[in-house]
């Protein structure tokens, strides 16, 4: 009995100690999203709006042609990763959770967008944080000029140093981006006039725009060989379970004796 | 295929294991070499199944909860026929059926639970 221990101890020492992540017990492991899981190191983090521009289909996967779901023209869908697959974009959403063509989404404007249009005109924020600190509040604006507020950020005291970028608007007014306070990120605070909901408008909601991918996406269908880079290959993996098995296999024969 | 699926791999087989021998003790299985036995039949069963499921997601454009069905069947009756063979245990494939419902369902109650969190 103590021979089985010790062989099962170095089973279990053989498929080694990795962090805990949700599962099912039995049969069968239900990954989050398999070909996310599959692809990990071919997939790009996104982490933006979109709105559907028409119908758009979701699909299981970029491979499946499985229907996993359908969004009417102008449907919003936040989308965390993209990734290439046989010449296309194709992007995950949990909320389904499901993978669009990318072609058939439009980008929502939003901090980034803003970013990218007004990068020249962005400093380091060096100015008081006394306006802030008298409402111990401040709106949080998508970007500067936006049409709405989306929240507020209260009981700031005094905290301070927290706005790195900052941009002044064409009526002077300071803006400043907040990267993480309190739970909240990437969003702008009217320095000079932090709890003022009526601030003007100047850049209500743009239009959404074609989303354009930055350069670097490797096409999984292409970089699916044998042999594969990054990932360990489904060769190898099945090598280790069939070894696994065959261990235990070997241990039952061994050890047990047919009972009937 | 990514190192994702190698803790997924581990963790899917200690939870069977635990709960399969949750269950043998509850319907009065004490022999330790019987309780030790199905611990070795999960994983002549368990890692390849879940390996198999995960490759069939990828792949299959066959309906998966059929493709989930047919490998459940296969544990089932690869265990039934280990417990047929090496113990005396009554009735080995409804004791491996019942065994692989109670994870099976446990494991379920698992990841809804967790999804919630």
């Not at chain 2, 909860?65 to 009756?77: F, P, R």
Request: glycine share 6%; hydrophobic share 45%; charged share 15%.
């Amino acid at each position: 009995m103590r021979k089985i221990f010790r062989y099962l101890a170095a089973i279990a020492a053989a498929l080694a100690l990795m962090p805990f992540i949700a599962v099912i017990a039995d049969v069968i492991y239900e990954p989050e999203d398999a070909f996310y899981r599959a692809h990990s190191a071919e997939c790009v983090y996104t982490g933006r709006s979109f709105s559907a521009n028409g119908a758009a289909i979701a699909m299981k996967a970029p491979n499946s042609s499985t229907k996993a779901g359908e969004l009417k023209n102008g449907d919003e869908v936040y989308i965390t990763y993209t990734c290439l697959y046989k010449g296309s974009y194709w992007g995950f959403t949990e909320s389904l959770p499901a993978w669009i063509n990318m072609a058939d989404l439009l980008q929502v404007y939003d901090y980034i967008s803003f970013e990218q249009d007004h990068q020249s005109e962005f400093y380091s924020y060096s100015g008081s944080y006394d306006e802030i600190e008298k409402a111990g509040s401040a709106l949080l604006w998508p970007w500067p000029g936006a049409d709405k507020h989306y929240s507020v950020l209260r009981d700031i005291g005094s905290e301070k140093d927290f706005i790195g970028t900052a941009y002044k608007d064409e009526n002077s007014r300071e803006w400043g981006f907040v990267s993480y306070l309190y739970g909240r990120h990437n969003a702008w605070i009217c320095m000079s006039d932090p709890m003022n909901e009526a601030l003007p408008a100047f850049l209500p909601s743009p239009a959404p725009v074609k989303w354009i991918a930055d350069a670097g996406y490797k096409d999984i269908a292409e970089s699916r060989s044998p042999i594969t880079g990054g990932n360990i290959n489904i060769a190898m993996i099945a090598g280790c379970v069939g070894a696994v098995v065959a261990s235990a296999a070997v241990i039952i024969k061994k050890f047990f004796k047919p009972a009937r | 295929m990514s190192t994702a699926i190698l803790p997924s791999l581990f963790i899917s087989l200690a939870l069977t294991i635990i709960l399969e021998t949750v269950f043998l003790l509850i319907i009065g299985v004490r022999e330790k070499g019987a309780l030790m036995l199905a611990a070795l039949a999960n994983i002549v069963t368990n890692p390849a199944v879940v390996l198999l499921y995960w490759i069939g997601e990828l792949y299959l454009s066959f309906p998966l909860s059929l493709y989930k069905a047919l490998l459940e069947a296969c544990a089932i009756a690869t265990e039934g026929y280990i417990y047929s063979t090496y113990t005396k245990l009554r009735r080995p494939y409804l004791l491996s059926l019942g065994a692989n419902m109670f994870s099976f369902w446990c494991g379920e109650a698992i990841q809804i639970f967790w999804r919630a969190l």
